[in-house]
């Protein structure tokens, strides 16, 4: 039987999917074939023709996965899967199907990562909570927290509860983005305050802010925006947001180094100031990262024209000024296939935090 370990967290977002992709890369050297799962997924693609999980697509391109994706995400939760479940239940129909494509993939690897959604009781309402898909998949668990000490250690045992309740073994906890001028500290107490309840740490992951900053690409795709010029730059990487909304000359004062500005299309001299920091300095002062320009108004052919001799992309939205910038501001930012600095960055930092030999010896 394959070994298989069922990587969950405290809550959404706290680094599950780039703990996976790092386990993956990190424990080749242990597992001679390793295969991945997401059984329930909320955030998914249409591939090949199926409903897939982002991050069951993300690991498929990156660790260049042999398994199909429709066993790699077998459940899609989908809008209205809540509703119509509730009123018709089906909790065997779906427990077969996951077991169904794990038994695909696990028939093939030595190791199956299989990656959690959100905290242990997600998918509670339709039968598959976390806790209960780790017991049917005769899993134990990693369970992954972000920062900090009090917070995280609270939520770790309310997580441990669940997993208790079902009888599944937690072999460890990793504690994700964890500021660097409090590692230390954060490392020592968060070790010492677990052990009180039988959890080891298996690594600490310190705060990497690239991970967390959108592309301009990714913001595009994000608001189906057009791209009026700049395909080639959609890669810049956003690291502050700029509302156009002022006059020019105190923009000056707000654009930084990788800004995205959003503007109205009809605001150009906001746009030809930002072109013009870009035109004057070169490498020598702040880079905008993207213009977004807002209300379906496209600037003077001129103005694009002159946008041309720089490398900063355009895109257009039909939607306002405030709209977008609520968008882009709650964008979850998530590691996409294209990514290659994230990704390489993120199995840094897994080989060197994370103590595989500890997980190896406890699968």
């Given at each position: 039987?394959?070994?298989?370990v069922?990587i969950?967290?405290?809550?959404?977002?706290?680094?599950?999917?780039?703990?996976?992709?790092?386990l993956?890369?990190c424990?080749?050297?242990y597992?001679?074939?390793?295969?991945?799962i997401k059984?329930?997924?909320?955030?998914?693609?249409?591939?090949?023709g199926?409903?897939?999980?982002?991050?069951?697509?993300?690991?498929?391109?990156?660790?260049?996965?042999?398994?199909?994706?429709?066993?790699?995400?077998?459940?899609?939760?989908e809008?209205?899967?809540t509703?119509?479940?509730?009123?018709?239940?089906?909790?065997?129909?779906?427990?077969?199907?996951?077991?169904?494509?794990?038994?695909?993939?696990?028939?093939k690897?030595?190791?199956?990562?299989i990656?959690?959604?959100?905290?242990a009781?997600?998918?509670?309402?339709?039968?598959?909570?976390?806790?209960?898909?780790a017991?049917q998949?005769?899993?134990?668990?990693?369970?992954?927290?972000?920062?900090?000490?009090?917070?995280?250690i609270d939520?770790?045992?309310?997580?441990?509860?669940?997993?208790?309740?079902?009888?599944?073994?937690?072999?460890?906890v990793?504690?994700?983005?964890?500021?660097?001028e409090?590692?230390?500290?954060?490392?020592?107490?968060?070790?010492?305050g677990?052990?009180?309840?039988?959890?080891?740490?298996l690594?600490?992951?310190?705060?990497?802010?690239?991970?967390?900053?959108?592309?301009?690409?990714?913001?595009?795709?994000?608001?189906?925006?057009?791209?009026?010029?700049?395909?080639?730059?959609?890669?810049?990487?956003?690291?502050?947001?700029?509302?156009?909304?002022?006059?020019p000359?105190?923009?000056?004062?707000?654009?930084?180094?990788?800004?995205?500005?959003?503007?109205?299309g009809?605001?150009?001299?906001?746009?030809?100031?930002?072109?013009?920091?870009?035109?004057?300095?070169?490498?020598n002062?702040?880079?905008?990262?993207?213009l977004?320009?807002?209300?379906?108004?496209?600037?003077?052919p001129?103005?694009?024209?002159?946008?041309?001799?720089?490398?900063?992309?355009?895109?257009?939205?039909?939607?306002?000024?405030?709209?977008v910038?609520?968008?882009?501001?709650?964008?979850t930012?998530?590691?996409r296939?294209?990514d290659?600095?994230?990704?390489?960055?993120?199995?840094?930092?897994?080989?060197?935090?994370?103590?595989?030999?500890?997980?190896?010896?406890?699968?």
């Open positions: 039987m394959s070994r298989r069922f969950a967290a405290t809550r959404q977002n706290n680094g599950k999917t780039t703990v996976s992709l790092g993956i890369y424990l080749e050297k597992f001679k074939r390793i295969g991945f059984p329930v997924g909320q955030r998914y693609l249409i591939e090949e199926y409903k897939v999980d982002e991050d069951s697509v993300l690991i498929e391109h990156v660790c260049h996965m042999k398994s199909t994706l429709s066993d790699m995400s077998p459940i899609a939760v809008r209205g899967f509703e119509n479940y509730i009123k018709n239940p089906r909790k065997n129909d779906l427990v077969k199907k996951i077991k169904k494509a794990f038994r695909h993939i696990s028939q690897n030595d190791l199956v990562i990656e959690g959604t959100g905290h009781g997600v998918g509670a309402v339709f039968d598959l909570s976390n806790a209960y898909v017991k998949l005769k899993a134990k668990v990693i369970l992954v927290s972000s920062g900090g000490i009090g917070r995280p939520e770790i045992l309310l997580n441990k509860a669940l997993f208790d309740k079902e009888g599944v073994e937690i072999i460890g990793i504690i994700n983005k964890v500021l660097p409090k590692y230390n500290k954060i490392e020592k107490l968060v070790r010492k677990l052990s009180r309840f039988g959890l080891d740490v690594g600490v992951i310190p705060y990497e802010p690239i991970l967390t900053k959108p592309t301009i690409s990714q913001i595009q795709q994000e608001l189906n925006a057009d791209v009026l010029y700049g395909s080639t730059f959609l890669d810049n990487s956003v690291e502050k947001i700029v509302i156009g909304a002022m006059e000359h105190d923009a000056l004062n707000h654009i930084e180094d990788k800004s995205l500005v959003i503007t109205p009809d605001r150009e001299d906001i746009i030809l100031t930002a072109i013009s920091m870009q035109l004057i300095y070169g490498d002062g702040p880079s905008v990262a993207g977004i320009l807002t209300g379906g108004i496209r600037p003077h001129s103005v694009l024209n002159i946008i041309k001799f720089t490398d900063i992309p355009v895109l257009l939205v039909k939607e306002d000024t405030y709209t910038s609520s968008s882009v501001h709650d964008l930012v998530k590691i296939p294209q290659k600095t994230k990704t390489n960055l993120v199995i840094e930092l897994v080989n060197k935090y994370v103590d595989m030999n500890t997980i190896v010896s406890r699968l």
